[in-house]
């Protein structure tokens, strides 16, 4: 059985997902989320970790760019299928140098439209992504990218890590990708299962360390030296 986790805010979307994921009979749907906090409050107490995670990019309380980070880093056995009504192909390409295998658009909860048919006919994309995903293999949605060849991926943070910041332990790392998403102190504890000394002690030793003063400072320190990758970057619409 295939354990899939699904992610989005929008409720009409998440019940079509829900209904196509479904379909299948091999597929079993173990969490179902409305924001980035409720999805990793989830993994940390679901009996197993999803094979496959269906992400959408533009969500509150943590967004698409900032989870993938968060869960590649943390969680590295998920394979994360970014799903997004719009397209921006910045935002996107840094979704997939981050770590996400594969990309599809919410055209495929339209399967009877004009564009989807006029462009993959009785195909099914989502199905597709999935079996991508689990033989490690890229899938990005062609209403996406036309010539996905092109997609020039940027170094990923991880990347950057490994190379500028090794000494960084694993705890500050991902308190600073979650600091970027502007989680209370409360919240990341909650996340990391830390004490909430414990999180304010992470910010006041990578204050130090980076010469900052306020967790906007740090969240600016890392996003112009690529510890983070912030969506508004990317992405001016969002938050």
């Known amino acids: ?18 209904k ?28 197993q970790l999803p094979d496959i995670l269906l992400l959408d990019i533009k969500m509150p309380k943590m967004d698409g760019l900032l989870l993938t980070q968060y869960i590649s880093f943390k969680h590295p056995s998920i394979k994360i299928i970014g799903v997004s009504s719009y397209s921006n192909e910045a935002l996107v390409t840094e979704v997939l140098s981050e770590g996400a295998c594969g ?20 195909r099914n994309i989502l199905v597709e992504s999935i079996e991508a995903a689990l033989e490690n293999k890229e899938y990005i949605d062609i209403l996406l990218f036309n010539q996905c060849g092109s997609l020039k991926k940027s170094k990923s943070s991880k990347a950057i890590i490994r190379e500028n910041y090794e000494n960084i332990p694993n705890t500050h790392i991902e308190y600073l990708i979650l600091n970027a998403a502007n989680l209370s102190h409360t ?4 996340i990391m299962n830390k004490s909430l000394a414990s999180v304010k002690n992470y910010f006041n030793l990578l204050s130090a ?23 508004s970057y990317y992405d001016k619409t969002a938050d």
């Open 20 to 47: 196509e994921v479904t379909a299948y009979k091999k597929n079993e749907i173990n969490i179902v989320s409305n924001n980035g906090y409720e999805l990793l409050m989830a993994l940390q107490t679901v009996k």
């Open 187 to 190: 919240e990341i504890a909650k």
């Open 1 to 18: 059985m295939l354990r899939i986790a699904i992610a989005e805010d929008e409720e009409k979307h998440l019940k079509a997902i829900i």
């Open 209 to 231: 360390e980076f010469n900052v003063s306020t967790r906007s400072e740090l969240v600016y320190y890392c996003t112009t030296n690529g510890i983070v990758k912030h969506p």
């Open 103 to 122: 990309f599809i658009t919410k055209f495929f909860l339209h399967r009877a439209s004009a564009i989807y048919q006029g462009t993959y006919g009785s």
